[in-house]
């Protein structure tokens, strides 16, 4: 079973992507959710999850440094972490895909744009740190 | 076309969007009277909406509102803001969380959902109104059930969405993009 990790402040919009996964063939995964990039890190320290879908703008520590935190770590770098986010133009979206992210996605978000980007993350190679 | 217009053209665009591929709803905008706009900012111009679809059907009358802004921090200062109302948030409440009872509605969860909302309808709206290549930046959402501060400078776009209207405010040094 994978392990997906949800970290977006709002309970609404980890509830919506939640559903868009569960949609996209991710029914059978075990959902763990965050606020913030602080409790997300915290929550991958204690147990490493398979996916890291996280918002930009958040409380205490945004998506951008989380993506930082995790691609610095020698323990989770491989985790891919895909940015689901209203305030991403070409411009941030180059810069976080510099950053490792795996895919900036923007809000509004639908099952299919999920559903497609995860698509390719299956023919992702290996990472290295 | 004012500038106006061509402002609430885009709000139009990034509300139309939110909504519909959220909460599977569509928005027009509102040709309203003066006298309907939100009691803080009567003083200011409305919009203009010529040349873009209006809706035709009379809003209902709404006694309790929501109001929730977002700060824009960069690359100009501004407030989007939006005063919707509660009937309005229900509806939005339950479309985005089909499998919700009525009774675990509550107000912190309609917050949320408008919250979530004006989150991403100011990034969408940001995206439309700046160059390709601008970053920038947007505070964390704050919703109140009373009118929040004066907005200088406001532009004001109204909507309808079903028989329930909304406004979408933009102040600061947004209205001259």
């Known amino acids: ?129 | 076309m004012t500038a106006t217009t061509a402002i609430c053209q885009k709000v139009m665009e990034a509300v139309s969007e939110t909504f519909e591929t959220m909460i599977f709803t569509q928005v027009a905008l509102w040709n309203s009277p003066p006298s309907a706009q939100p009691e803080s900012h009567r003083d200011t111009t409305p919009a203009e909406t010529t040349e873009i679809p209006v809706a035709t059907e009379t809003p209902s009358h709404h006694s309790k509102c929501y109001w929730t802004r977002i700060p824009v921090l960069s690359p100009v200062e501004g407030t989007m803001l939006m005063q919707i109302p509660a009937s309005l948030a229900v509806e939005i409440t339950k479309n985005l969380y089909g499998w919700m009872d009525d009774s675990e509605l509550t107000e912190t969860v309609e917050v949320d959902a408008i919250a979530e909302l004006i989150n991403t309808i100011s990034g969408r709206l940001m995206v439309l109104l700046l160059p390709e290549d601008q970053s920038f930046e947007l505070g964390l959402p704050e919703t109140s059930e009373h009118p929040l501060d004066y907005l200088p400078e406001a532009t004001i776009c109204r909507f309808a969405s079903g028989v329930d209207t909304f406004s979408f405010i933009l102040s600061g040094s947004l209205a001259s993009l």
Not at chain 1, 60 to 69: A, S
Not at chain 1, 100 to 119: E, G, H, N, Y
Request: some cysteine; hydrophobic content about 40%; proline content about 7%.
């Open chain 1, 1 to 129: 079973m994978k392990r997906i990790l949800i970290a977006d402040d709002s309970g609404m919009a980890r509830m919506f992507i939640k559903r868009c996964l569960e949609i996209s063939g991710y029914q059978d995964s075990e959902f763990v959710e965050a606020a913030n990039g602080r409790i997300a890190l915290e929550m991958l320290k204690e147990k490493p999850a398979d996916l890291v879908v996280s918002d930009l703008n958040m409380p205490e520590m945004n998506g951008e440094e989380l993506l930082k935190r995790i691609k610095s770590s020698p323990r989770l770098h491989e985790i891919p972490v895909l940015i689901i986010t209203s305030v991403a133009n070409p411009k941030k979206v180059e810069e976080l895909k510099a950053l490792r992210a795996f895919d900036v996605l923007s809000k509004p978000v639908s099952p299919a744009t999920i559903s497609s980007a995860l698509a390719t993350l299956q023919n992702q190679p290996e990472e290295t740190p």
